[in-house]
């Protein structure tokens, strides 16, 4: 075993509730392949429809308001964007116990066809081959429940084996009937979905509403995965 998973190892029983509540830093934005930090720490990955919420949620999560940069322009996230605690120099045996990644948007954007093209092909190609991504949590708008888009991205999860976990965000935005209604359809689409993880987490950024539980089940997918 290298050194960086040794460290990815060491990491692990670190891992819980807490690690969200200290300071978090900028690592790395990626426009593409060959900019990604070295495979180390375990990784989380977030993904979803452009202006989904992924940015807030995000600085939700780790209680630092503006540290994934938010917008109302779709597809604003051009890159990927890497999040660590605070405190890691990179070094041998100095490894964060784990990263955010904060993924480009999908479905649609404010730039030319062929800019986008990149930027999923960029998206698809880390999907594949990070060894260190333990988990996408796949952003769904409690709005608009599932689209066409969404289940092309979860087609591609399924086919190469990742593991992804549906949120829905903004169910502040909706009625609570609505809530049950919608997680409810959605356990049945999951239940088609080979690599799907069954649970599903209700958010809202703006309430805090379901934070804690995202921040578990992260911990469980990077302590377990």
Known sequence: MNASHDGAAAGKAQIDRGIFLRPWVFLRGAPAMKFLPPEGPPEVAFA??????KSSLINALIVQ?????????????QELNFFVPDGY??????????AIIDMPGYGFAKAPKAQVDAWTEMVFDYLRGRVTLKRVFLLIDARHGIKKNDEEVMDLLDKAAVSYQVVLTKIDKIKPPAVEKLLAATEVQLKKRAAAFPEIVATSSEKGQGVDELRDAIARAVTDG
């Open 48 to 53: 979803g429809r452009s202006n989904v919420g």
């Open 89 to 98: 120099t990179g070094a041998d045996g100095d490894l964060p116990p784990m």
């Open 65 to 77: 308001r503006g540290l994934a940069r938010t917008s109302n322009t779709p597809g604003r996230t």
